[in-house]
């Protein structure tokens, strides 16, 4: 079936590594990236979904004060340093867009084919999304999980996009560079590529829409 659109995750995708800038402002921060590693990375990267507090924070049923509430003294300190908007050490002060994904995205609106951006994404962390992936970028939905009570990998929030898109799964092509968000776009019917390197899975997403 003819890919018509394309659906673009946001954090390691449209912007500068996720876990990279999040170990790097730890490491600034004198936080223990050991600790966030173990908080935080079964929120942002595992499959499945359920009552966890951060599930819920990406849902947008909880603010992130009550995630960090959820935390011990120890782990909540850490964490506080960089993913508090509040912090001098926040990482997204100085989160870098992904200039060559970015400019893919023109490429595709410029094709003709429908975009969404679909991201799993925490209310108060929306403005930075907006500094780093700007309004103007051509996408023609805005897909966020806090905003509609669904996150990746559940098929929900990529129904939700197709929907606003209106394609079935099979017209849909997803980029993310979580394997289980990968895998739960291909779970649903849509092809799907893994960002490692960006100039690496443009190649391969400029192959699948010939």
Same mark, same amino acid.
């Given at each position: 079936?003819?890919?018509?659109?394309?659906?673009?995750?946001?954090?390691? %995708?449209?912007?500068?590594?996720?876990?990279?800038?999040?170990?790097?402002?730890?490491?600034?921060?004198?936080?223990?990236?050991?600790?966030?590693?173990?908080?935080?990375?079964?929120?942002?990267? +595992?499959?499945?979904?359920?009552?966890? =507090?951060?599930?819920?924070?990406?849902?947008?049923?909880?603010?992130?004060?009550?995630?960090?509430?959820?935390?011990?003294?120890?782990?909540?300190? +850490?964490?506080?340093? %960089?993913?508090?908007?509040?912090?001098?050490?926040?990482?997204?002060?100085?989160?870098?867009?992904?200039?060559?994904?970015?400019?893919? %995205? +023109?490429?595709?609106?410029? =094709?003709?084919?429908?975009?969404?951006?679909?991201?799993?994404?925490?209310?108060?962390?929306?403005?930075?999304?907006?500094?780093?992936?700007?309004?103007?970028?051509?996408?023609?939905?805005?897909?966020?999980?806090?905003?509609?009570?669904?996150?990746?990998?559940?098929?929900?929030?990529?129904?939700?996009?197709?929907?606003?898109?209106?394609?079935?799964?099979?017209? =849909?092509?997803?980029?993310?560079?979580?394997?289980?968000? %990968?895998?739960?776009?291909?779970?649903?019917?849509?092809? =799907?590529? +893994?960002?490692?390197?960006?100039?690496?899975?443009?190649?391969?997403?400029?192959?699948?829409?010939?």
């Amino acid at each position: 079936m003819t890919i018509k659109a394309v659906l673009f995750d946001a954090a390691g %995708v449209l912007t500068a590594p996720f876990s990279v800038e999040l170990v790097g402002h730890a490491l600034h921060a004198g936080a223990d990236p050991d600790v966030l590693m173990n908080v935080l990375y079964p929120i942002f990267a +595992h499959a499945g979904d359920g009552a966890s =507090a951060g599930n819920r924070l990406e849902r947008g049923e909880i603010t992130l004060e009550d995630f960090f509430g959820s935390l011990g003294p120890d782990d909540q300190r +850490h964490v506080r340093m %960089v993913i508090d908007p509040a912090s001098p050490t926040f990482f997204g002060d100085s989160w870098a867009p992904g200039s060559e994904m970015q400019a893919f %995205v +023109h490429e595709v609106a410029d =094709a003709g084919l429908s975009t969404a951006l679909v991201s799993n994404i925490v209310t108060e962390w929306i403005p930075v999304w907006e500094r780093v992936i700007p309004l103007d970028l051509p996408f023609d939905a805005r897909v966020y999980s806090c905003m509609i009570g669904a996150r990746k990998p559940e098929p929900a929030i990529y129904q939700h996009a197709l929907d606003a898109l209106g394609v079935a799964a099979e017209e =849909a092509l997803f980029l993310d560079d979580f394997e289980a968000m %990968v895998d739960g776009a291909r779970d649903l019917g849509m092809e =799907a590529v +893994h960002v490692a390197d960006p100039a690496t899975a443009i190649a391969e997403a400029r192959s699948v829409l010939g």
